[in-house]
């Protein structure tokens, strides 16, 4: 192939690089209004009453609506995604409302909106809105969630459950009594901020005169959310324009709908009939913008005495925060991630969702895949220092074997279909990482060395899986226009991921033109019309299936054209350069421009049958959704006296089917690994015992810097997804997923010159939780 597979730099970056790109805060307009939110102080409580009264009179200010003032308008969102066909399953639906009435659920909940000339103003006017509240008992501890006498968040609700899910395979607990092992233990991942460089920001427009809403959005899913504000404003779709400009990082949490402002401020803007902006400020993200994880689980794998897995059982419950409009998605990814490439003959897997009073919990880079590789990878470690064994070899035996795809799994993915993997070779990926990494030279040699100096030096080792690709679908239009360019639309949205180059890439390897020719236009709803979003590493998966598509159809039309024109045989043409030409004959050549000039005749007729312009629109939908996978492999060393974990080397291999795009895929799992890192032993939010959050800021909220992400040694494999013609996997989540039980490991194996049975079972790890582990208080301090 000409351009796809090829390591083609951005055709954005220009842009991008010298600040010529269009964020949503850049959307300044005539006579605008600026919000600000007053939002709860407490996380559960009683609301007595709301007097605005002091805040309208103040100057500058030309609103502020409560609860009470949306009329009709006032009414809990959507929920996103209903819960899948899963006998027995348990669900209690409760989605966030727009201004909090009679309650509030979490800290930093919206309980009044306020607008202003200016930020500065709205701000200050806040500040003056009396809210009193009844402070009730908050529920953070998600172990004592279901508790009898846990207080209810939701008063109609017998208990904080929000839903129940048991799937399985097989008959564990018959099997369990068989095994030469049985190991069981509590595993904890603890939840995080996705921190995105840009925070949210909405502008909405009302133009009274030609009755047209337009709104400029930092989200991920622009068609989705036009849909939303027709049907909720009494529009229709054609009223409403939605533009996602370029997004400064969204990683799952900006596909969220509706978050209240989203909500809020084109209602407020078609009363007033003036413009409104709102820029979510830092302190803002950490409580109105979703997070993600917060689960414990009660795992135990059980083996036979050559380390084959016999079962695995886990029981786990999941934060889902004060609201869960995302249905089920998360957990539902841990249930189905945890069993990992490996034959597990019998599984049992039961979790609980919770309701607590902490901030809703929505799908983030990786989105619950993370704790299931965890959990998995950490059972297989400890079940090998049980029988003596070596960890890769533990894994090597239990892989599933490349002639036995498709592989099913015999439980129910997120998209609701048959967990079925399509394809993959797993025994390659784990001995070529191993292989990269230098694991028997590590054993053999680098290890007892720099034990024999004091130094404390670990290897990580694991693998994952990720589902990717899920549908419903995406579309694309592809115009050849009469300058020779290609132009490129498509309803997906984008936020960083190279869109508009790697679908350039697939459109060019048909169409015969420069990548730098085809123009992408992507979040803009009045260029096109259809499609779901970015998110779940879907986008090269279906749209990229849905431009090779339209392509290939643009690509027909050319040939019948320029057969047609140049008086040759469709089989003679070649198409390259920007034009056709008969084989052999180079000089008898037109340029597509022309043949675009002469597809749109000025005189003369479209033939009955045919119609004008080189410009097709096609679709792609997936069956279900392809599976890539990995393996991550890392040596660190911890320093003993300042728990500080370096990274000495990272090594990948990599398997997400065709690659379109090295230089962007490589740096999408490069992001990928520096969000996992921050997972792993930076990034925790703190909850006092009553809902606080104890370091909503970049000074107590840790992230990894470019000196803590060491450089990565990658390699890929190319396994063609037989669900789609291009053969591609995702690949935006993965570099993510392992990095956790990599570094658990690593550190684990690293410590154990220091004696004891030192287990390394909750994430984040963190400096602090490090030094506690390698401190134990004794038993008279304790």
């Not at 799937?167 to 995080?192: C, H, I, P």
């Not at 191993?434 to 024999?452: C, H, K, N, T, V």
């Not at 004959?585 to 597509?592: Q, R």
């Not at 990272?650 to 379109?660: E, L, T």
Request: net charge negative.
């Amino acid at each position: 192939m000409k351009h796809i597979g090829q390591p083609v730099r951005r055709n954005e970056d220009a842009r991008l690089l010298t600040g010529k790109a269009v964020f949503v805060d850049d959307v300044h307009l005539p006579a605008m209004l600026e919000a600000a939110f007053v939002r709860s102080d407490y996380a559960h409580g009683r609301i007595l009453s709301i007097n605005a009264e002091p805040a309208r009179r103040h100057p500058g200010v030309v609103a502020v609506y409560t609860a009470e003032d949306l009329g009709g308008y006032w009414k809990p969102g959507p929920l996103l995604v209903p819960p899948p066909p899963i006998e027995g399953l348990v669900f209690n639906e409760r989605t966030q409302v727009p201004l909090a009435r009679h309650k509030v659920r979490h800290v930093g909940e919206p309980i009044a909106l306020v607008l202003a000339e200016n930020r500065y103003i709205a701000e200050d006017a806040a500040e003056l809105v009396e809210v009193e509240i009844e402070p009730l008992e908050a529920v953070v501890d998600i172990e004592k969630a279901l508790n009898e006498d846990a207080p209810l968040i939701h008063d109609e609700l017998d208990s904080n459950l929000s839903a129940h899910v048991l799937q399985g395979k097989g008959d564990y607990e018959s099997v369990r009594g068989q095994a030469a092992t049985v190991v069981r233990r509590r595993f904890q991942y603890d939840r995080g901020a996705s921190a995105a460089i840009e925070n949210r920001g909405i502008v909405a427009s009302w133009d009274p005169r030609e009755q047209e809403l337009t709104v400029w959005d930092s989200t991920q899913a622009p068609i989705p959310i036009r849909n939303g504000l027709a049907a909720m404003l009494g529009l229709s779709e054609s009223q409403v324009q939605v533009i996602a400009p370029f997004i400064g990082g969204g990683f799952g949490p900006k596909i969220m709908m509706f978050y209240p402002e989203e909500v809020l401020l084109p209602w407020a803007s078609m009363q007033l009939q003036r413009p409104i902006k709102w820029i979510e400020d830092r302190e803002e993200n950490f409580y109105a913008t979703t997070q993600e994880r917060g689960q414990v689980h009660w795992a135990e794998i059980a083996l036979d005495a050559e380390g084959r897995i016999l079962g695995v059982k886990d029981e786990f419950l999941h934060d889902a925060g004060a609201y869960a409009p995302y249905g089920l998605t998360v957990p539902i990814n841990t249930q189905c991630t945890l069993l990992g490439c490996y034959v597990v003959p019998h599984y049992h897997s039961e979790f609980k969702a919770v309701f607590t009073n902490k901030p809703i919990v929505t799908p983030y880079r990786g989105a619950g895949r993370q704790h299931g590789v965890f959990v998995m990878e950490r059972l297989l470690d400890l079940a090998a220092r049980e029988l003596g064994m070596d960890r890769v070899e533990i894994r090597r035996r239990n892989l599933i074997p490349p002639e036995d795809f498709p592989y099913d799994n015999e439980i129910i993915f997120q998209d609701f279909r048959p967990l079925v993997y399509d394809s993959g070779d797993y025994p390659r990926c784990l001995e070529r990482t191993a292989e990269m990494i230098g694991y028997e030279d590590f054993l053999s040699r680098q290890q007892p060395e720099a034990r024999r100096e004091g130094r404390l030096l670990g290897l990580g080792l694991v693998s994952y899986v990720e589902g990717t690709g899920i549908g419903p679908y995406e579309g694309v239009r592809i115009t050849v226009e009469s300058s020779g360019k290609v132009n490129l639309v498509t309803g997906v949205g984008t936020q960083g991921q190279g869109h508009f180059t790697s679908l350039a890439q697939v459109a060019a390897e048909q169409l015969g033109v420069k990548v730098e020719d085809v123009r992408v236009v992507t979040g803009d709803t009045r260029q096109f019309h259809w499609g779901t979003g970015t998110f779940a590493s879907r986008g090269a998966v279906v749209a990229g299936n849905a431009c090779h598509a339209a392509a290939k159809d643009v690509r027909r039309k050319i040939l019948e054209q320029a057969s047609e024109a140049l008086e040759a045989a469709r089989e003679d043409l070649v198409l390259e350069e920007g034009k056709v030409f008969v084989k052999g004959s180079p000089e008898s050549s037109l340029a597509l421009g022309e043949l675009a000039e002469l597809a749109n005749p000025l005189r003369g007729a479209v033939k009955p049958g045919t119609e004008p312009g080189l410009e097709s629109t096609c679709y792609f939908g997936p069956e279900q959704g392809a599976t890539a996978n990995g393996v991550h492999a890392m040596i660190v060393e911890v320093d003993r006296e300042t728990c500080h974990v370096e990274i000495l080397r990272y090594a990948i291999v990599h398997d997400c089917g065709r690659v379109i795009n090295p230089l962007i895929l490589e740096g999408q799992i490069e992001g990928g690994v520096a969000q996992g890192i921050g997972n792993a032993f930076y990034e925790q939010l703190h909850f006092d015992e009553s809902g606080q959050l104890m370091n909503a800021s970049f000074m107590d909220f840790l992230l990894p810097t470019a000196l803590e992400v060491p450089d990565l040694d990658m390699d890929h494999f190319e396994t063609l997804s037989p669900l789609n013609e291009l053969g591609v996997k995702g690949a935006g989540e993965a570099g993510a997923i392992p990095v956790a039980a990599a570094f658990a490991q690593a550190v684990e194996d690293a410590l154990r010159p220091l004696g004891g049975d030192i287990e390394i079972l909750d994430i984040p790890l963190s400096p602090n939780r490090l030094f506690e582990i390698l401190n134990p208080p004794d038993e008279e301090d304790a």
